[in-house]
């Protein structure tokens, strides 16, 4: 099985790693499943060139900008359609003013790919695009091992 973990990177504190991480390890750890962690994925796809320069050219060099985001989207988007069992997403204001969340749940929901939602937010405060798109939701991390641990160590 493989997993991939959605949620904030351009607008969150640490960039979403330490989220990420954690819980990358315990899906290993546990049930062995392999993870796609867009920050271990991204110097796959893009050069250490393009990394070093990519933040400031979204105001210096929108063209070249585009050309790299369009990399990571066009591999984000293919994982997701030919490698992922289910995604796991941090839903938070940090991941609202982003777009990448937006389209990589819209797609799984689109594929029939479960979507499980880790947020702090109430519901009333989600998009309702966001709300469809999402097969379970959970408060915390902790509910969410616990329904994982019942759902793929139980069955």
């Known amino acids: 099985m493989k997993v991939y973990l ?3 990177i351009e607008h969150a504190p640490d960039k979403g790693k330490e989220w ?9 750890r546990e049930f062995g499943h392999e993870v796609y962690n867009p920050h271990i994925e991204e110097p796959k796809i893009i050069t250490e060139e393009e990394r070093q320069k990519f933040r400031s050219l979204k105001t210096e060099n929108l063209p070249e900008f585009q050309k790299i985001v369009r ?11 030919t490698e992922i069992d289910y995604v796991i997403c941090l839903w938070d204001e940090y991941a609202e003013k982003g777009g990448g969340t937006y389209g990589e749940l819209t797609f799984a929901f689109y594929h029939g790919i479960p979507v499980y939602m880790v947020t702090p937010m109430s519901l009333q405060e989600i998009s ?13 991390f902790n509910e969410l091992k616990t329904f994982l641990k019942a759902r793929f160590l139980d069955s």
Do not use: P, V
């Open 6 to 8: 959605a949620g904030a």
């Open 20 to 28: 990420r991480a954690d819980l990358a390890e315990f899906l290993q």
């Open 71 to 81: 990399k990571l989207i066009r591999n984000d988007i293919k994982s997701i359609l």
């Open 128 to 140: 309702g695009w966001i709300l469809g798109c999402t097969t379970e939701f959970f408060k915390d």
